[in-house]
């Protein structure tokens, strides 16, 4: 069969997907078919059979790769070096437990022919997510749409194509802790959407429990805007000029009245809701200063023990991509 004269990337973050792994491969050869194509698979520190899976995978499949961190970095880490690693002309994104159906990919890679540098795979939920994931993840898009100054797509859970133009932005940005959703919406490029329904994990339980979502969208936050510093400062304006008005309400009784203030109940509730009020906004300078002081170690985001895309590798596959044309 003749194969498409571009190369396609599909990267596949997994942790702990040993049970999920051979159904999401040979799905995706399926729907790679009439590609040149290479399935790049990241495994983020796996404590389950994981290794062995995919060791045999890539003995039997020539387009079967693999990178192996030294430990558990979690989801994004892994996609930024699987992006980093992939060759192709595009590169596809998507989760290892095939709640993300891989029948989409030629409906993405033809919107990728139509221009678009970035196509985003929309879900729509059903069934396959409690109803507190499907809410909170509404809410917090709202919210975060409402701090940034780009539009992040609701919902957007990672399943996207990106151009190889994309990809070198992302390769060469300078910054720890990438939050890929939000840099899309900064980057700019013109996206394009495919919508789809949302399945049901096929294998096992999410690895995103609600600490690890929290601290992702608190890293999406902070990573996009600065605008929470300044809700501190205009928090802090506010609080502070309705305390003066209670200050002058206090010294007019003291002085100008019989009245003098008994108030045990509002002393307590006013120092309570300023302890609060300044707590918030230390915790918000500490997220961002906590941010800065891991930025400014410039550990990188992954460490890998081991993978089966040797340099030599690289240079010759670079060699036959110089042969391959791209699409733009
Ligand atoms: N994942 C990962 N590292 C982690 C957590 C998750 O590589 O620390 C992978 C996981 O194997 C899956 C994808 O990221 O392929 C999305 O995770 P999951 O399906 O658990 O999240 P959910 O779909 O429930 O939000
Ligand atoms: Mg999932």
Redesign the pocket.
Known sequence: MKKSKFFVSVV??????AANIPLMVSELQKHLGTYSYEIIL?D??SSDPLQEVYEKLANKYDELRFIRFTR????QA?LQAGICHARGNAIITI???L?QPPSLIPELIGKWGQGYMVVEAVPIYRES?GLF?KYSSYLYYWILNKISEYPVVKSA??YRLIDQKVANIIRQLPENHLYLRGLYAWMGFKKGFVKYHHLK?LH?????PLH?MIKLALNGITSLSIKPLRLALFTGIFVSLIAFVIMGWALYLEYFTEKTIQGWTSTIISTVFLAGVQLIVLGIIGEYLGKLFMENKRRPNYIIAAKNISKKEDLKKKEKEAEVVAIN
Do not use: L, S
């Not at 558990?72 to 989801?75: A, E, I, K, Q, S």
């Open positions: 596949v973050p997994c942790y702990n997907e990241v983020d520190g558990n970095f979690g989801h892994a989760d290892a437990d709640q997510i994931k859970n990672d994990r096992g339980k999410t690895h995103y690890k």
